[in-house]
Nanobody
Framework: QVQLVESGGGLVQAGVSLRLSCVASRNIFSFNYMGWYRHAPGKQRELVAVITRSGGINYADSVNGRFTISRDIAKNTIYLQMNSLKPEDTAVYYC????????WGQGTQVTVSS
C-alpha cells in the first residue's frame, strides 16, 4: 500500500503563486513516475505535470512555463510550484503514482479568484 498526502492548496487571487506538496509513504524513487492531476467542476481530469524516475519532466500545454514540478527524494516528496495563477487553474489537485495499481492522494483544493 502507498499513501499520498497533498497539501498547500488554498484560495488566492489571480497572478499569485502557490506550492503544492505531496508526501509519499515510501521511497518515491521506487516509482517509475509521479505526477499531478487536476479536476475542475464540469471538466475531465487533466494531467498537469509528471516527473519520471530518471528525472524527465512533462507539462500540460495549459501550465507550461508557469508551473514547475520537482522532487525531494530524501523527503519522499514531490512539489508543484504554481506561478501566475489564473482562474482557470481552479480545481482539486491530486498527486498520483502507479505501482501494482494506481495510487491517488485525497486532493487539495486550489481556487483562484479574478
Amino acid at each position: 500500500q502507498v499513501q499520498l498526502v497533498e497539501s498547500g492548496g488554498g484560495l488566492v487571487q489571480a497572478g499569485v503563486s502557490l506550492r503544492l506538496s505531496c508526501v509519499a509513504s515510501r521511497n518515491i524513487f521506487s516509482f517509475n513516475y509521479m505526477g499531478w492531476y487536476r479536476h475542475a467542476p464540469g471538466k475531465q481530469r487533466e494531467l498537469v505535470a509528471v516527473i519520471t524516475r530518471s528525472g524527465g519532466i512533462n507539462y500540460a500545454d495549459s501550465v507550461n512555463g508557469r508551473f514547475t514540478i520537482s522532487r525531494d527524494i530524501a523527503k519522499n516528496t514531490i512539489y508543484l510550484q504554481m506561478n501566475s495563477l489564473k482562474p482557470e487553474d481552479t480545481a482539486v489537485y491530486y498527486c498520483h503514482t502507479k505501482g501494482s495499481r494506481d495510487y491517488w492522494g485525497q486532493g487539495t483544493q486550489v481556487t483562484v479568484s479574478s
